[in-house]
């Protein structure tokens, strides 16, 4: 009987470890950051149906990391840091199992969103991912390269266009945007990129700022997270 009685403690312990893998395993959740690209010295805060996600006003390259939520339709809604009147409001649409980013884009008073989804899988541990985006308003198509290479990483991305993920040595890089037409440089940056990790590679702002509201072209590194 105590034999019997030990197997059967061991089955239930079994089956509650099983249960507990599945939820670990769960894909029925969908996850959303948020990143403020938008050309200003202007700060955001930024609403998800209605809680405030930030914890800052996010400048410009600020992000909120990943929050899960159920799949479904949603509202995010972005104001000053001083006054929760919307600047924009947007709905986003969440599909099970995913990774979704959404950028804040273009200059106030003509605010936008892009979101774009995320392959954060890992085919070789040993290098570090990155995704070039073109979200400079009046920037023409870019290319993306190396310091001093003689072929680019990815080509003629427009306004909006992104690359997908692309594998790079870890370590310190410095990468030049060029103007996919002229070749000529728009703008340098030398960042530091894991192992293992995926990173956002932002080339924002503006090549003609208006005033000194507005800020001039640059290349940014974001870690997804």
Known sequence: MMFKRNVYIILLFAAAFSACKKTETDT????????????????????????????????????????????????LKFTTASNVESLLTKTVSLSQGTYQSFYLINKPGQLDGLTIGDDLSVPSADKAYIRFINLSPDAPALDLLKTGATSSLTTNKAYKAA??????????????????????????LSSSFVAGLHYDVICGGLISPANDTERPLSLRSILIK
């Open 28 to 75: 029925s959740i969908s996850y959303l950051r948020v990143i403020n690209a938008s050309p200003a010295l202007a700060t955001y805060n930024v609403y998800f149906s209605g809680s405030i996600l930030n914890s800052a006003a996010l400048p410009f390259a600020g992000s909120v990391s990943y929050g899960s939520h159920a799949p479904g339709s949603y509202s």
């Open 163 to 188: 690359s997908g993920f692309i594998a790079i040595d870890a370590g310190t890089v410095s990468l030049d945007v060029k103007d996919s037409s002229t070749g000529a440089i728009k703008t340098t």
